[in-house]
């Protein structure tokens, strides 16, 4: 029973804590949906790799305090500029959007706030491959660029000024960079703006051709090489672009638990990682921004007189004696003693002590 129940436990937990695992895509299919912050400049953008046709991103902003999430960037390949169109499709409810696009050096080309759909005004934004303001700027190259999307009033800037200059007199036209700091590279947003999710349809857009990268082997060797290769012989890849020298392939990501509720990840080699508490390897090569460490409120689960590591609400199912932030070297679990069935409080001993504990839960049972 004791076996049983902990073996339960065990995969339940292992169960538990695969459920919030990254695990890496296969190549990107005309469809891209945000997996985590996209980013707000250049610098962090989400660079969208694959093969073939983008026709559509899905993502959210979701705000927050501190200069939070109120804009995505992607990195995306224009491979048609003469049908270059971006449209949000769909938005949650009331969420007013605003579209750029930016050159490979981070310079504003393109921006737009409102659309005219069908003769109705629209908060929806649609964004062209040419200004129709007086800047004259048209999309005319194949290439790299940057795309965005913001909430209103959001919109991007730098030390000289915003780089667009809505004109309110012509809500619904596609912009050039014609605001003070339009010349100069994007630095950074003002103010922030609405948040919501966002559903926006490309067309002339491909994806980036993934370049090669770094491959940290299981044996610690290092090869330039590109990821599907690397990932079928069972290589960690380092990202595109990465040389070896970017790379440490003799550590890997190591998730442990430091203090009471707090898992830190930490690259560290094999033997260092082990020597952490309650710590778990995830092999060479493993970065810690692809790792998501256990659920970090754990305890020891005392059960059938033996102890496991676990989450308060498997414990629970299991009828366990949870102990919040303990490990179960910390604790002395009381052995399951079937010979002694009135020994409620399991010190080996049947007397008023155990009395005291059958009076304390007097009642009727729920």
Not at 50 to 77: C, F, H, K, V, W
Not at 110 to 123: A, K
Not at 242 to 253: I, L, Y
Not at 273 to 280: H, K, N, P, S
Request: contains cysteine; hydrophobic residues 30%.
């Amino acid at each position: 029973m004791m076996f049983r129940s902990l073996m339960t436990l065990c995969l339940a937990f292992a169960m538990h804590a695969l459920v919030g695992t990254p695990t890496l895509a296969a190549d990107r299919g005309p469809h891209y949906e945000e997996d985590d912050d996209a980013g707000s400049l250049p610098g962090d953008s989400k660079k969208l790799e694959g093969n073939g046709p983008l026709r559509s991103i899905t993502g959210a902003l979701t705000g927050g305090s501190r200069g939070g999430d109120y804009q995505d960037m992607y990195e995306i390949y224009v491979a048609n500029p003469s049908e270059f169109v971006l449209r949000v499709a769909q938005v949650s409810a009331g969420f007013d959007t605003q579209l750029f696009l930016f050159d490979a050096s981070g310079r504003g080309m393109l921006g737009n706030n409102s659309s005219n759909v069908d003769g109705q005004g629209s908060i929806n934004a649609v964004l062209t491959n040419a200004a129709t303001d007086e800047t004259g700027v048209v999309l005319n190259k194949p290439g790299s660029y940057f795309i965005a999307i913001s909430g209103f009033p959001s919109r991007p800037g730098n030390s000289a000024g915003p780089i667009f200059d809505f004109n309110p007199d012509t809500p619904f036209e596609v912009s050039g960079p014609d605001g003070k700091g339009g010349a100069y590279p994007i630095q950074g947003w003002y103010p922030e703006g609405d948040t919501g999710s966002y559903y926006i349809e490309l067309s002339g857009v491909n994806f980036l051709t993934p370049s090669p990268g770094a491959c940290c082997y299981p044996s610690g060797s290092c090869e330039i090489t590109d990821a599907n290769v690397c990932e079928d012989a069972g290589g960690t890849f380092g990202g595109s672009g990465t040389s070896c020298e970017d790379v440490e392939c003799s550590t890997g990501a190591c998730c442990f638990l430091k203090e009471f509720c707090y898992w830190e990840c930490l690259e560290l080699s094999e033997g260092d990682c082990l020597q952490e508490y309650a710590a778990t390897w995830y092999g060479l090569g493993s970065r810690c921004e692809d790792i998501v460490c256990p659920d970090p409120c754990v305890g020891a689960c005392c059960v059938d007189g033996g102890c496991v590591l676990t989450v308060q609400a498997l414990c629970d199912a299991q009828e366990g004696v949870f102990h919040a932030y303990k490990m179960c070297d910390d604790i002395e679990c009381q052995p399951n003693n079937d010979d002694c069935p009135g020994d409620i409080n399991g010190d080996d001993a049947v007397n008023i002590l155990d009395l005291l504990k059958v009076i304390e839960y007097w009642g009727d049972c729920l």
